[in-house]
């Protein structure tokens, strides 16, 4: 593996994906539909140039350049945690109640045709 070639050309790719990025307003480079197509070329291209140098994709050489990609478009985009609460106690009840009734009912009912079972 030819790492000095490799490191000589992956920084045209983020050349390149730095030009596509500016197209895409700053304000959207946390929603990947909006540059999508433009980090694929950006994949491929670090690929092809590892591959180019005879190394293998990805690789610790080429994992640190993207990452230093990453830190440089999208050290912003932090994924929010989405924080669960209980519902209040009269739905929660209600959301128990319904099921368990629904199956007292249906085992009454059950249990009242199977004794009636001259008029079917």
Known sequence: CN???MLEKLPACGRTFE???KKVDSKKWCNLTEF?????NFT??????ANNASCFWPNPL????ITGIHK???SNCTSEKVHWEDPPDEILITLILIP???TCAM??????????????
């Open 3 to 5: 790492e000095s070639l």
């Open 44 to 49: 491929q291209c670090t690929e092809r140039e």
């Open 62 to 65: 080429a994992e640190g350049f």
């Open 72 to 74: 440089q478009f999208f």
């Open 100 to 102: 368990v009734l629904l």
């Open 107 to 120: 085992i009454t009912l059950v249990v009242w045709c199977s004794k009636r079972s001259d008029i079917l």
């Open 19 to 21: 030009e596509m990025m």
């Open 36 to 40: 999508i197509m433009y980090y694929d």
